[in-house]
């Protein structure tokens, strides 16, 4: 059983667990100036709508570049922010967004 | 169990009257005076344990979507010719999905293992911002623990974890174990189950559950916009991350709109009724003072 690629994995985890870790484990964070901690504040919304806006309306085209998609998937992403904020339900939000562009490609129109 | 997501700040919390927080948090009231022998106050406790079971409910959804591409994770690996090990490895080591895809297709390609290290550390910058946000959060746990808690972080662990501190106003291990866990256990079974039987099982696309992790994420961060200004960066990190991905690549939107959201953010005039944003999260309440840490 081949092991080679064990190495590789070793090496990207060498570079990915640093960005995971150093900012938590630099000493001073709590300490940091207030606008500075305001701003770090606000990382995580913005983070995280950017990774559902480049995951949803972002893919790779045929030949390999980036384009602009609005499909289905971003219909189901709405929706379930929509069930979100109207009923509080995560579950709910998920499989509604699952069950739309599920049911809409299996009709053909997606 | 009902899967109610985290709430807004206005929402009631089970187990005792809400304060409004700096920055926009919310908690029980006697949050803040840890009893004098240290016992946790019993209105904290239960508030605790209330966002804890929220965390439950919410990991439900990203254990579902973490399964469903654990599965094909391990058919491609198999596919590239990895062997078990080696694809099990990478999941166990990287413990992240975008990366590891990637790195399936490169190797498939004969692509030189520098470059695919190089790739790596692109794609997972945006890990930075998720460590750098859950920081001031988590600067009072022990050393070990925050470089242990460090692996575990991944986009779903961060978005758990942020929503789960911001209901109870203070960090809380066995809340972010908890949540970690559920991304971290199902996508190394997942691993092996698709490696080993993937070609049984029907794809994730045919039963819509390419979306569950976007959808997820989406509902994720609505729990986390608490305020004007969290809704300006997350609206701006959005598009910022479009339009930039849309000119170079998905990993480098993601981290820009990630850094510049924020500053966007910061440029909306601050009103009188808006919470004070600048303020760490509660000092008197980590878990450690409240004998909440596992």
């Not at chain 2, 899967?3 to 919310?26: F, K, V």
């Not at chain 2, 692509?111 to 001031?136: G, K, M």
Request: charge should be positive; charged fraction near 10%.
């Amino acid at each position: 059983m081949s092991l080679d690629l064990v190495v590789l994995a070793i090496l990207m985890g060498a570079v990915t667990y640093p960005s995971r870790a150093i900012p938590l484990l630099v000493p001073g964070i709590d300490r940091l100036p207030g606008p500075i901690l305001a701003y770090l504040r606000l990382v995580g919304p913005a983070v995280l709508a950017a990774l559902v806006a480049a995951n949803v309306l972002v893919v790779t085209k045929p030949g390999g570049g980036p384009g602009l998609h609005v499909g289905i998937e971003s219909v189901g992403v709405l929706v379930a922010i929509g069930i979100v904020v109207w009923r509080r339900n995560l579950l709910l939000g998920i499989a509604a967004a699952a069950f739309i562009v599920a049911v809409t490609r299996a009709v053909g129109l997606a | 169990m009902r899967g109610d997501i985290a709430p807004l700040s206005e929402r009631p919390e089970p187990g005792g009257p809400i304060l409004s927080e700096p920055g926009g948090r919310t908690s029980p009231a006697p949050l803040t005076g840890a009893t004098p022998a240290g016992t946790p106050p019993p209105a904290d406790r239960d508030a605790v344990r209330a966002s804890r079971r929220r965390v439950a409910t919410e990991a439900a959804g990203t254990a579902v979507a973490a399964a469903a591409f654990g599965v094909v994770y391990g058919l491609a690996a198999r596919g590239a010719g990895f062997s078990p090990v080696e694809a099990s490895a990478m999941s166990v080591i990287v413990f992240a999905g975008a990366s590891q895809f990637a790195a399936v297709g490169f190797v498939a390609q004969g692509l030189p293992w520098p470059a695919i290290v190089l790739l790596t550390f692109l794609i997972n910058a945006r890990h930075v911002l998720y460590a750098a946000a859950l920081a001031p959060w988590l600067h009072r746990r022990r050393r070990l623990d925050r470089a242990a808690m460090a692996h575990v972080l991944t986009d779903e662990s961060f978005a758990l974890s942020l929503g789960h501190f911001k209901r109870i106003g203070h960090s809380d291990a066995t809340g972010y174990w908890l949540g970690a866990a559920a991304i971290f256990i199902p996508w190394q079974t997942a691993t092996l189950i698709g490696y080993f039987g993937g070609e049984a099982i029907p794809s994730p696309r045919a039963l819509g559950l390419d979306v569950v992790f976007a959808a997820t994420m989406a509902c994720l961060a609505v729990a986390v916009v608490t305020g004007r200004r969290e809704l300006v960066a997350a609206i701006a990190g959005a598009a910022i991350a479009v339009a930039v991905a849309l000119a170079t690549s998905t990993a480098v939107g993601i981290v820009v709109g990630g850094i510049v959201g924020p500053l966007m953010a910061l440029l909306v005039p601050h009103r009188p009724t808006d919470p004070p944003d600048a303020a760490p999260p509660s000092p008197g309440g980590h878990d450690e003072a409240i004998g909440v840490a596992p």
